[in-house]
């Protein structure tokens, strides 16, 4: 597929070069999505952002079909836990932390059942799957190598939060030059506020991020 592709975005559309564009799924994750993880640990509703697996199912169904390249995020840190800051481990007062046991597992260790992807989304065998250990996919990873390699310059970004992980994400992959699109029925936000400034964030001042659009959208460009 060498045709640029114009996808219908805001605030501009967004000129997909789709043998350059890797649709990169953040932290869909057990820990995140799943009664009894991290998120509800934290007091989070995990409803909310269940609602974005139909559609990130439909885009990484077409994106598979098309040919094109998948990555794959998940957040989460080495079993002895030398990779996590004392100050991350501390956060939040909670009675159970980063590495403690959960009910799926030591909570956001590598390995571990609730740090793995949920299986709706499960990757295939040769899409990388990135263990990150902070909330940004670049920091502390080869995602900007592995992308470089690929000859990879746009991203689609999906997944959750939308103003944690992903935000973080698309502010590092914009600063490393990638244009980034985020179709907003792929992402999620325990809170409802958030969704929607997360993504106005993105694409306010001209796309000061990026561009945000939907997934019907770029599953109707690749046709
Ligand atoms: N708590 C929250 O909103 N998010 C995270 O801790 N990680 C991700 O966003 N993946």
């Not at 820990?31 to 007091?43: I, Q, S, V």
């Not at 836990?81 to 956001?108: F, H």
């Not at 992903?166 to 936000?189: I, K, Q």
């Not at 809170?191 to 770029?218: R, T, Y």
């Amino acid at each position: 597929m060498n045709a640029t592709l114009s996808i219908d975005a805001e605030p501009y559309a967004f000129e997909m070069q789709p043998a350059k564009t890797a649709l990169l799924i953040i932290d869909m994750q057990r820990d995140f999505l799943e009664p009894g993880g991290f998120g509800e640990m934290l007091g989070n509703d995990v409803s909310q952002l269940r609602r974005a697996i139909a559609p990130n199912k439909n885009l990484l169904d077409a994106w598979r079909a098309a040919g094109l390249q998948v990555l794959h995020t998940r957040e989460g840190h080495r079993p002895d836990l030398s990779d996590l800051p004392p100050a991350k481990k501390v956060r939040g007062k909670g009675t159970k932390t980063i590495g403690d046991t959960g009910p799926m597992g030591r909570i956001l260790i590598r390995g571990e059942p609730g740090q793995d992807i949920i299986p709706e989304l499960y990757p295939l065998p040769g899409e990388p799957v990135i263990d990150k250990p902070g909330k940004g996919a670049f920091f502390a990873t080869d995602l900007h190598a592995i992308l470089q390699n690929l000859g990879i310059t746009q991203l689609v970004v999906t997944g959750v939060t939308t103003e944690v992980c992903v935000n973080t994400t698309v502010r590092e992959a914009n600063d490393r030059g990638y244009e980034c699109l985020v179709p907003e029925d792929c992402v999620g936000s325990y809170f409802p506020i958030f969704q929607e400034m997360g993504l106005k964030m993105i694409k306010a001042q001209g796309g000061i991020f990026g561009w945000v659009s939907d997934s019907s959208k770029i599953i109707a460009a690749l046709g």
